[in-house]
């Protein structure tokens, strides 16, 4: 994306958070929130994350690919095993990175032999 | 007691939201340095953390630049992201509402996650000042807010510093993705929440081949029918 394009796309996005952070206490201060929108609210985090990830791991130029002779399946599968034991955020990054490195070594030493 | 001042409640903001860098500190980094490995130039990542000033969007941002997504999908993803700072707004609307405008648009930019962790604290603590002493506790909310935000920078700072340096061969750009995979095993705890990120993540796979990354944001707006329902179905099963 060219620079103007991403400060474009950072005007939008600036101006539409600092509008929800407005919305409530500036905007509508004497209504409240619709409960439907408060419902979707907690599904949205999930979801995005849920997405990115899978899309992370598994999707190169629009293709799905299950590239499990690559490390890093591997090492996502490893920070998911310590986030559900740990649920320690800095944890799972730190884990997920040793397990990176780890993997890339051992690939690296049975390319070499 | 004494009551506490203008610049006692701004000093406390800052004091109780110190702790909370420690947690947000890298994140600042590794989005600086994810920024980098995406192409943004430094200049425009920095920018960046003082327009958007939302880690989890910003993060959503490099990832999808990184991934060759379009304007239009990163805008309506990382736009829906920050959705629930609405929650936040609403939430604090009762304690905020009598002051200036000047004030609730100023408190409103630093309504982030961390800062309204710590301020909604400090209004629902019992020692509330009396109804005929001044209230000065939006001082202590914007000590919080500014605390995070200075935090915010510098660490976005040296994440660009650091970037600049790191060979790409160390994939610093992994801790994107798994920070979102801890951020999600956070989240998971009710059943409509693990519904729509099943679907979600199925979805990203299966709408793949659209353009620009759009499937993207299908995937989510799936997820999110998926919440909606299991709640639907969860509550007519009571």
Known sequence: MSNTGLLLLLGVVGVLTYLYRYAMIGLFASRSLPVWLHALCRHIAPASFAALTASALFVTAGEVTFAFDTPRPWAALVAVLVAWRTRNVLATIAAGMAALYLFKFLASLLLAG | ?238
């Open chain 2, 1 to 238: 007691m004494r009551l506490p001042s203008r610049l006692g409640e701004f000093l406390a903001g800052c004091r109780d939201e110190s702790p909370l860098l420690l947690g947000v500190a890298p994140f600042g980094m590794i989005y600086g340095i994810a920024a980098l490995a995406a192409g943004v130039p430094a200049w425009i990542a920095q920018l960046a953390s003082a327009v958007v000033f939302a880690g989890a969007a910003q993060l959503v941002i490099v990832q999808m630049l990184a991934a060759g997504a379009g304007f239009v999908p990163i805008a309506l993803t990382s736009g829906l992201l920050n959705l629930r700072h609405m929650l936040y707004s609403a939430s604090m609307a009762e304690y905020v509402r009598h002051l200036p405008r000047r004030w609730r648009l100023l408190l409103a930019y630093v309504l982030t996650d961390e800062a309204y962790a710590v301020a909604v604290l400090r209004y629902q603590r019992r020692d509330a000042p009396p109804a005929d002493a001044p209230d000065y506790r939006h001082w202590y909310f914007l000590g919080a807010g500014f605390t995070l935000w200075v935090g915010w920078q510098l660490s976005t700072a040296v994440g660009l510093v650091f970037g600049a340096t790191i060979p790409p061969e160390w994939e610093l750009d992994f801790a994107v993705p798994l920070t979102f995979i801890a951020l999600l095993t956070l989240l998971l705890r009710e059943r409509a929440g693990q519904a729509a990120a099943v679907v979600a993540g199925a979805g990203a796979l299966l709408f793949a081949a659209l353009p620009y990354k759009l499937g993207l944001v299908a995937a989510i707006l799936l997820g999110l029918v998926a919440g909606a329902w299991t709640v639907h179905r969860l509550e007519r099963a009571r």
